[in-house]
């Protein structure tokens, strides 16, 4: 069974950073691409960014491009989202999403129980 355990949001100052972590579990993580969803409060799910499975190909919103970085460590089975700059409009719970098929992006088919990141003065 996948499961997906993010850490490291919390409450930050604007223009602050934050590193999220999401920790695989089960042996086909560096098979996968990996994607970091959020949700701001009252809004739908937006997506951030993206990873193929060997780390080489990253894809970011434009809202996002040029403060955050995703990357994985696939010996350790985990996924990371470096937020730099941060702004109160990246208010949200963060999510990491692994697709049901490998060689694809999406369909996400697992997900994580999501972490807070909450940017505020």
């Known amino acids: 069974e996948v499961q997906l355990v993010e850490s490291g949001g919390g409450l930050v100052q604007p223009g602050g950073s934050l590193r999220l972590s999401c920790a695989a579990s089960g042996s086909t993580f560096s098979s996968y691409a990996m994607t970091w969803v959020r949700q701001a409060p009252g809004k739908g799910l937006e997506w951030v960014s993206s990873i193929n499975s060997g780390g080489g190909s990253t894809n970011y919103a434009d809202s996002v491009k040029g403060r955050f970085t995703i990357s994985r460590d696939n010996a350790k089975k985990t996924l990371y989202l470096q937020m730099n700059s941060l702004k109160p409009e990246d208010t949200a719970v963060y999510y990491c999403?692994?697709?049901?098929?490998?060689?694809?992006?999406?369909?996400?088919?697992?997900w994580g129980q999501g972490t807070q990141v909450t940017v505020s003065s």
């Open positions: 999403a692994k697709p049901l098929w490998s060689g694809f992006y999406y369909p996400y088919g697992f």
